[in-house]
């Protein structure tokens, strides 16, 4: 069986993150056939400048272009600050506008806030339709957590939380192997 590779991408550079922890438990919980990575170079990417999208990029963005690239899907867990995507992340995914990894990608969205917010998930589909995504909408789910200071043991101890998480993992897998 071919394993599917699923990039990993959280909006949060908090060292102790809901965002981070539900992508870090779904990793464990990923069924065989999924391989899913965690991509850590967030904070090293360089703020968006379209005169700076020439090659060569710089080193940071060709290594995130390079695993888009390497990967069938994307998984992502976003934060919500001040009613909008986090800039940090807003800036990953300009680095992606102009690359020829992104479009079509499949793409499943998970929020973690307990609280209902919905406004960065409905500035992240707006973008991503934008950018030529595939949302997965079966693959797209809350997942409410405590927020600030949840970790992946708290996740994975939770069979509820577990569930969830195995269910958006089986409908990526599906939708991957029918690709």
Known sequence: MMR?????????????????????????????????????????????NPDD???????????LRSAI????????????????????????LDWLVGSLEFPGKLVALLNTSGRGSSHAQAALREILGTMSAQLLESACMTVPLSGAGCEVGAILGNEARCAELRGVLAA?????SAT
């Open 53 to 63: 999208e020439v090659e060569p990029l710089p080193a940071s963005v060709q290594a």
């Open 69 to 92: 690239g390497r990967s069938d899907a994307l998984l992502i867990a976003c934060p919500e600050y001040a009613h909008g995507v986090p800039g940090t992340f807003k800036n990953l």
């Open 172 to 176: 990526l897998a599906t939708e991957l």
């Open 4 to 48: 599917r590779r699923v990039l990993c991408l959280s909006g949060s550079l908090r060292r102790i993150s809901a965002n981070t922890a539900v992508l870090q438990a779904a990793q464990q919980l990923a069924p065989d056939a999924l391989e899913l990575e965690l991509y850590g170079g967030l904070g090293g990417l360089p703020l968006f």
